[in-house]
């Protein structure tokens, strides 16, 4: 489902560019040797230009966000109909979109824009382990890796990218590398990534 | 003393073991209470750890709880996500007196304060225990100690979610002396916190300490497993330390519980359990003194009666009734009291009773008679000594028989008996026919009456089957210390003077020193001998005149003895001196020799005189004596009939049998016998008449005095009709005047002996008087009456 939707936006975002021969395959592993999956691999060069702005839908299905993961560019308004027969608060404390929609149920009024770019933490005020990432983008070449860890960026033109990847588990977007000159040629890059461990449960305590 | 070490040693053996078991008892019974006790606090300690653990798990989820109750609160988070500050800290102060939390922060996710309830803890500065915060970290949460200065605190970290962690609520209660306090009740023991400072150095929290109690609430900490909560015993408490953070060891609680807590609810136990061993020891002590008493009691009575025995002394008998041991005991030293009673009883009955007159014997006289001494020598006192003795007793032995005489010693030792009836005087028999009194106290007069007594009691006859038998007694008397130092002088003394008595035919006589000449006669017996072998002596003769005839037809031989030094030695001085000894056997046997060899040669010579040779008592028990003189008269050829023997009356009654059968042998040889001293002894004519005697002699005694004392005179007259009725020729001695030879003459008297006739002459001198016209003077005279 995500997948498909991701294929989508590819599709979108390569639509609007010039016909270009160039693309980049980036393969994520953590410290561990791990696939890194859910990863926003993105390109930024200052010829790049903006992406087109569209809309996406998170929905609330059975106390999760699904997806839990989004790439969206900059603008795009997203709205999160709640699927589940009960009610969710859903909120964001994120700098690049601090809202609310207040205890809901059904599909909300007006979906949510997302004008600034960064990432966007989601959570539920009812429910603690709802949370979804919203990474938002002001680049028209990013892609989020699979299960495999591989994010694939098609139709680059050749110019110098600054290369970097986001992660829920990257206190900061990783800088991988900040001139990077693409060609014509397809490139691949095996970057290693170092994750913070993952939040647990708090233990229990005495 | 012997037995009073006995009876302590009782008790104390005794009371020695009860001591040992009583305080081993105590000692196990205490040192299991003691070990239970301790075994039962440590387990109430441990108890008292795990409700302190409890407490504080109780605590800690108190602040997790109100921590996760801030933290989930939107609109805190929301402050927090948008940084509002001031709104932070005053929800946590809110939220922080809810629970009375003590100290609030909220901490980024780099772990550093971004907003706090005390000024201690700025914002930016770090937080304050960053191991608890990275176990928060890593753990999504984490509670634990932390300390701020010397201020202890529990503290509960709590993500702040939004969704994701955007920082951490620190909630915490601080641990102080109050908390302490409430502890120590909830955990029924004292219960403190206690630090480590940075210097390494442990102290209490909120409490003013004294240096030794802290010691002693250390000891668990510096213990090498403090972590281990093992139970510590300090002194009389015992001590556990309780480790609080899991992050360092920088603070604990220290939990005691006085170990008297626990000893408290045996303490009445106790008191019983010495109060009983006390009583068992008192009864041990009292017990084995009276168990010792009653043995030792009855063992010193017997040690009593057996020193009583010792002294000789059997009349005390043991007096322990008893059927044990001890009784035994006492029953057998009774019956050795007895029987040693009863054998020294015949013992001194064997040592000192003469066994035929019951009288003391010679020992037991001789004992009391030093007894006697010794007091008297002590107060100056005088013992007498009386020595009695029959005369010719063993005569009446001879004529009565050997049991007869015993039955009239003893019919005599009755009858002196009675008459010694004083305690401290003693009668013994002190010989064959000797019986001594001892009288203490008493001198020569007062012993010269019982002597007197003791004679006349005895001049009754005494009457012994029909037999009436006269004994006649001597008594010599002696008297301490006149007469002696000692027992054995005085007795020696005694015989002295019993034996002069018996000579004087005085009843009795008292002693004087000129009886006894002994030492002077010791010399003399050795004297004598040389003089018999070194010619010494010499024979002188007295002629006999016989008045028939008035011719001088007999001489007796008297024996003259020439000291070398001493000159002439009178025939008195020796002569009882060589019969008491013996030696006058050899001494006669010479005079026979020289007399016999003296007649021979005068018939020889013509000249026709008889010789008399006097015979004493021991001559008379000399069965030789015939067959000597035989072989004298055969080599002599001497005609038996020219020779007299003369034996005194006394010699002959000494021995009567044996010297009637010398006698007989003599008179069977055709010798002629003359009983010499006749009147003097105690011979009766009736044996007389028996005796194959051919002449008497009148004793001297009688005839020095016949012409002044009528009773002498007739005794004299009366003997020569005697004589001459009996058919034996009468002769008298000691004629000294012519008055006296006369009245002889007159009474018809055969032949004459004196001074007056002629002293003894030595043989020469005789033999010239012989030839002078003196001893032709009686013949005129014979003549001359004849013719009258």
Redesign the interface.
């Known amino acids: 489902m995500t997948r498909g939707w991701l294929v989508v936006l590819g599709v979108a975002l390569t639509a609007t560019l010039p016909a270009r021969a160039g693309n980049l395959q980036v393969t994520l592993r953590d410290q561990t040797g791990a696939a890194v999956a859910d990863a926003a691999v993105i390109l930024r060069a200052d010829t790049a230009g903006m992406p087109v702005a569209g809309s996406a839908q998170i929905d609330q299905i059975d106390k999760r966000f699904v997806p839990a993961v989004s790439l969206v560019p900059t603008g795009t308004a997203i709205s999160f109909p709640n699927k589940d027969n009960i009610r969710h608060?859903v909120?964001s404390?994120s700098p690049a979109r601090?809202f609310e929609l207040k205890l809901y149920s059904g599909v909300p009024s007006a979906p949510v824009e997302f004008p600034e770019p960064g990432l966007v933490?989601?959570?539920?005020?009812i429910h603690?382990g709802?949370?979804a990432y919203i990474y938002v983008v002001d680049t028209p070449y990013a892609a989020l890796s699979d299960r495999e860890g591989r994010a694939t960026l098609e139709g680059l033109a050749a110019a110098r990218y600054q290369l970097e990847v986001w992660h829920?588990r990257l206190?900061e977007p990783a800088i991988i590398d900040a001139a990077l000159d693409l060609g014509d040629a397809a490139r691949a890059l095996e970057p290693v990534l170092t994750l913070e461990?993952l939040?647990?449960?708090?233990?229990p305590?005495? | 003393m012997a037995t009073r070490s006995l009876r302590s040693r009782f008790v104390v053996v005794f009371l020695g073991l009860v001591l040992i078991v009583t305080t081993l008892g105590l000692s196990v019974v205490d040192y299991a209470i003691r070990h239970n006790a301790r075994e039962q606090l440590a387990a109430e300690l441990a108890t008292s750890e795990r409700v302190f653990r409890r407490i504080?798990?109780d605590s800690?989820?108190r602040l997790?709880q109100a921590a996760?109750v801030l933290s989930?609160d939107?609109a805190f988070?929301?402050a927090v996500?948008?940084g509002d500050r001031d709104t932070v800290i005053s929800a946590l102060a809110n939220h922080g007196d809810r629970i009375d939390a003590d100290l609030m922060m909220i901490i980024d996710?780099d772990g550093l304060v971004t907003a706090s309830t005390s000024s201690d803890t700025p914002t930016g500065s770090p937080f304050p225990k960053p191991a608890l915060f990275e176990r928060a970290r890593?753990?999504?949460?984490?509670?634990g100690f932390m300390i701020r200065g010397d201020r202890l605190y529990q503290t509960?970290l709590?993500?702040v979610?939004?969704?994701?962690?955007?920082g951490w609520v620190a909630m915490s209660f601080e641990i102080d002396a109050r908390m302490a306090r409430e502890l120590s009740e909830l955990t029924s023991t004292e219960l403190v916190f206690v630090l480590e400072s940075a210097a390494g150095d442990w102290h209490v929290v909120g409490a003013g300490d004294t240096e030794g109690a802290r010691t002693a609430l250390l000891t668990p900490l510096r213990s090498d497993r403090p972590r281990d909560a093992v139970p510590h015993a300090v002194g009389d408490d015992l001590l556990l330390a309780s480790m609080l953070d899991a992050d360092s060891d920088s603070a604990a609680a220290v939990l005691r519980l006085p170990l008297a807590t626990a000893l408290a609810p045996f303490a009445p136990l106790q008191r019983f359990l010495f109060v009983l061993a006390i009583g068992a020891l008192t009864a041990t002590a009292a017990g084995s003194a009276l168990l010792a008493r009653g043995i030792t009691r009855p063992l010193s009575q017997l040690a009593e009666v057996a020193r009583v025995i010792a002294n000789g002394d059997y009349s005390r008998a043991a007096t322990v009734e008893r059927d044990d041991e001890v009784g035994a005991l006492a029953r057998a030293v009774n019956a050795m009291r007895e029987g040693i009673a009863m054998r020294e009883s015949t013992i001194m009955d064997l040592a000192y009773r003469d066994p035929l007159t019951r009288l003391p014997n010679r020992a037991l006289f001789l004992e009391r008679a030093e007894q006697a001494l010794t007091v008297a020598s002590g107060r100056d006192g005088r013992v007498a000594v009386l020595l009695l003795g029959v005369d010719n007793f063993r005569y009446v032995t001879h004529t009565l028989g050997h049991q007869l005489g015993e039955r009239l010693l003893g019919a005599l030792a009755l009858r002196l008996d009675g008459l010694v009836p004083r305690r401290v005087d003693t009668l013994a028999r002190v010989g064959g026919e000797q019986f001594a009194v001892l009288l203490d106290g008493a001198d020569t007069a007062a012993a010269s009456v019982m002597a007197t007594r003791l004679l006349q009691a005895l001049e009754e006859p005494f009457r012994i089957d029909e037999q009436i038998v006269d004994l006649g007694v001597s008594i010599g008397l002696v008297e301490f210390p006149a007469h002696g130092e000692d027992v054995a002088t005085l007795l020696q003394h005694a015989e002295l003077a019993l034996s002069v008595a018996r000579r004087a035919r005085t009843d009795y006589a008292v002693y004087e020193p000129g009886f006894d000449q002994s030492p002077e006669r010791l010399s003399l017996l050795g004297e004598l001998r040389r003089a018999v072998e070194g010619d010494q002596l010499v024979l002188f003769y007295q002629p006999k005149l016989d008045l028939r005839s008035g011719e001088p037809a007999y001489v007796e031989a008297l024996v003259r003895w020439q000291h070398p030094v001493r000159g002439f030695v009178p025939p008195d001085k020796f002569i009882p001196f060589a019969e008491q000894t013996g030696y006058i056997r050899v001494l006669t046997l010479w005079v026979l020799n020289a007399a016999l060899r003296q007649c021979a040669a005068w018939q020889r010579r013509g000249i026709g005189l008889r010789m008399c040779v006097n015979l004493s008592a021991r001559d008379l028990m000399n069965a030789d004596l015939p067959h000597v003189i035989r072989r004298l008269l055969d080599e002599l050829a001497l005609d038996p009939g020219l020779i007299w023997l003369e034996i005194t009356e006394s010699a002959i009654m000494e021995d009567p049998v044996r010297a009637q059968q010398v006698i007989n042998a003599l008179d069977g040889m055709g010798l002629r016998l003359s009983i010499d001293d006749f009147g003097t002894g105690y011979s009766s004519l009736a044996y007389l008449k028996r005796l194959p005697v051919d002449e008497l002699k009148i004793d001297k005694a009688f005839v020095l005095t016949m012409d002044r004392d009528q009773d002498d005179a007739t005794i004299v007259r009366s003997t020569i009709e005697l004589g001459h009725n009996l058919g034996l020729t009468v002769v008298a001695e000691g004629v000294d005047s012519e008055r006296a030879l006369a009245l002889l003459r007159e009474w018809g008297c055969d032949v004459a002996q004196g001074f007056h006739i002629c002293r003894p002459l030595p043989p020469e001198q005789l033999e010239a008087w012989l030839a002078s016209p003196d001893s032709r003077r009686f013949e005129q005279r014979a003549a001359q009456r004849r013719l009258a």
């Open positions: 608060h909120y404390f601090t933490v989601l959570g539920c005020n603690d709802m949370i829920p206190r461990p939040p647990t449960a708090p233990p305590l005495e | 504080l798990a800690t989820a997790a996760s989930a939107f988070r929301t996500a948008t996710r890593d753990g999504g949460g984490a509670a509960v709590a993500p979610q939004a969704p994701t962690t955007i």
